[in-house]
């Protein structure tokens, strides 16, 4: 925790800021106020804790704060905050609630308790989990199951797609809808993308020196990567860095990414896909269909395959003009020299399908279940 020293009229913080700290009055006074100064909120004085609701509801603050006199304050910072709540007793917890629960209602003008309360535990919640990520971090607690995927012709298998899971420390297993959410928020997920990275890259190199029909394949891997590793170019560094560290020979390894990473920052995405490929990584889009993407733009990005969305192929295969506008988009896929994967593939009539409309690779319970890395490597016997 540092302290910050201000003369009346310093500003703490504006309305609109992002909010990375909470702050505590030592001695002296500040105003928080909303409008540009014109609305008085509050007058606070030693001992008073404020800007601790951006932190808990993660936006931006929504007063201003400024020194009325000679003042003391210490920051408190929200990654610090966080770990105090979780290792709080629960009866400091409870009246910590109680306090930001009536401050919230304060800077509100909101007389609705019921509404402050779950915004207020949702951010307790949320501080938690990051609390129990960082730490299952720490302990290795992030697994990567493998999923195969075949080609549809021949059925024969052609790679698998890491997937994580949480085992937590009772030897539960928590699935990606329940962490990731959180972990994006906080970019967490960097750190869990990048050990699930080295686990996919050790388990293939596994599964190649085992078996040698797999050694004599193409056998891949692939790796789903948040957009936030596509803002810059330290992740082509991890990707040298886990390729050189397993032993794994590039054309073995995808990374999956989402067209949010387009939508996020397209030129930068575009600039670090291509140094991937340079590589011999290849990149996949994963999700097409259920977003914004369109035919008119997918020339753009310079990806090798494309992977199509269960809920689009099952809409598509919903009468006889979606059929066709399926092998119209798979034809241009193709015409494009990209690979095609359909995933969710559930029922063998859509399997049969999809190969009579010319995917190649498919992926889905049909085929079989994402699996630990134990009997993914069984499942290549002995040979
Ligand atoms: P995704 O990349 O689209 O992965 C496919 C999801 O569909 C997986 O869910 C998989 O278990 C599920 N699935 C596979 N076959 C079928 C099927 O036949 N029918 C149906 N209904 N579902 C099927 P999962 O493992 O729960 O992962 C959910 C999402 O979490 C993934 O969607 C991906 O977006 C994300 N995710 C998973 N692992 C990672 C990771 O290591 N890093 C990142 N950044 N995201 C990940
Ligand atoms: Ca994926
Ligand atoms: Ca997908």
């Not at 917890?93 to 609705?112: E, P, T, Y």
């Amino acid at each position: 925790m540092s302290q910050l020293i201000l003369a009346a009229g310093d500003v703490v913080f504006r309305e609109g800021d992002a909010g990375t700290c909470a702050y505590m009055v030592e001695c002296g006074g500040v105003a928080i106020s909303t409008d540009g100064g014109a609305r008085l909120l509050s007058k606070l004085g030693p001992g008073d804790l404020f800007g601790e609701v951006a932190i808990l509801d993660g936006g931006v603050r929504t007063a201003t704060a400024v020194a009325t006199e000679d003042t003391l304050l210490t920051m408190v910072a929200g990654e610090d905050l966080a770990s105090r709540l979780a290792n709080s007793d629960p009866v400091v917890v409870h009246l910590m609630k109680a306090v930001i629960r009536r401050q919230i209602r304060q800077s509100r003008g909101d007389v609705d308790t019921g509404l402050s309360a779950s915004l207020t535990d949702r951010a307790l919640l949320e501080l938690r989990r990051e609390r129990e990520i960082r730490d299952a971090l720490e302990r290795g607690e992030f697994e990567a199951f493998f999923q195969p995927i075949i080609g549809l012709e021949d059925r024969a298998l052609r790679g698998y797609e890491a997937l994580v899971r949480w085992r937590r420390s009772d030897g539960s297993i928590v699935s990606p809808g329940d962490f990731l959410p959180v972990a994006e928020r906080n970019n967490r997920i960097r750190a869990i993308d990048l050990q699930i990275l080295d686990q996919a890259c050790r388990a293939a190199v596994a599964c190649v020196r085992r078996s040698p029909s797999a050694a004599a394949s193409d056998l891949f891997v692939t790796v789903n990567l948040a957009p936030l590793h596509f803002r810059d170019h330290a992740i082509v560094d991890e990707l040298e860095r886990a390729l050189a560290t397993t032993g794994l020979a590039p054309r073995r390894l995808k990374v999956e990414l989402t067209e949010t990473a387009f939508l996020e920052s397209s030129d930068s995405t575009i600039s670090v896909i291509n140094d991937i490929r340079a590589l011999g990584v290849r990149v996949c889009l994963d999700d097409f269909g259920t977003g914004y993407s369109s035919l008119g733009y997918l020339h753009r990005f310079p990806i090798d395959t494309l992977k199509i969305d269960r809920s689009f192929v099952l809409a598509m295969m919903n009468g006889e003009r979606g059929r066709k506008l399926l092998v119209a988009v798979l034809a241009m896929a193709r015409a494009l020299g990209f690979d095609t994967v359909v995933e969710g593939i559930e029922d063998e009539p859509v399997a049969v399908a999809l190969a009579e409309m010319g995917c190649a690779l498919g992926q889905g319970y049909l085929f079989g279940r994402p699996m630990e890395h134990a009997r993914m490597l069984a499942s290549h016997g002995t040979e």
